[in-house]
């Protein structure tokens, strides 16, 4: 069983910075497309940036919305994905969900949330302005 346990959100105000993480247990984070998603209340469960994939690698894909802004990377020795986000905007504020699916092919060329099936609890991010 793949369990997934983000943390790191918190409050901030526009223009600041978080890093959130998410600790990977039951199988080795290099096998899966690993994804961070975010809801806001009254929206769908959009994508935000996917590394990884069985392939090996490929480069990290990311929402139009956060590129230049949000960085996707991944520990594969401490088993944990990472997502650094500066320059943030009252537009991010949401829950942040990490999420995994066993797949070579890992971009939002491909993947979308219905994709994946292991999810972590969330970690609630808001931005004040």
């Known amino acids: 069983l793949v369990q997934l346990v983000e943390s790191g959100g918190g409050s901030v105000p526009a223009g600041g910075s978080l890093r959130l993480s998410c600790v990977v247990s039951?199988?080795?984070?290099?096998?899966?497309?690993m994804g961070w998603f975010r809801q806001a209340p009254g929206k769908e469960r959009e994508g935000v940036a996917l590394?990884?994939?069985?392939?090996?690698?490929?480069?990290?894909s990311y929402a139009d919305s956060v590129k230049g802004r949000f960085t996707i990377s991944k520990d594969n020795a401490e088993n944990t994905l990472y997502l650094q986000m500066n320059s943030l905007e009252p537009e991010d504020t949401a829950s942040y969900y990490c999420?995994?699916?066993?797949?070579?092919?890992?971009?939002?060329?491909?993947?979308?949330?219905?994709?994946?099936?292991?999810w972590g609890q969330g970690t609630q991010v808001t931005v004040s302005s």
């Open positions: 590394f990884g994939g069985g392939g090996g690698g490929g480069s990290p």
């Open positions: 999420a995994a699916v066993r797949a070579i092919l890992c971009s939002f060329n491909y993947r979308t949330a219905r994709d994946f099936n292991y």
């Open positions: 039951g199988n080795t984070i290099s096998s899966y497309c």
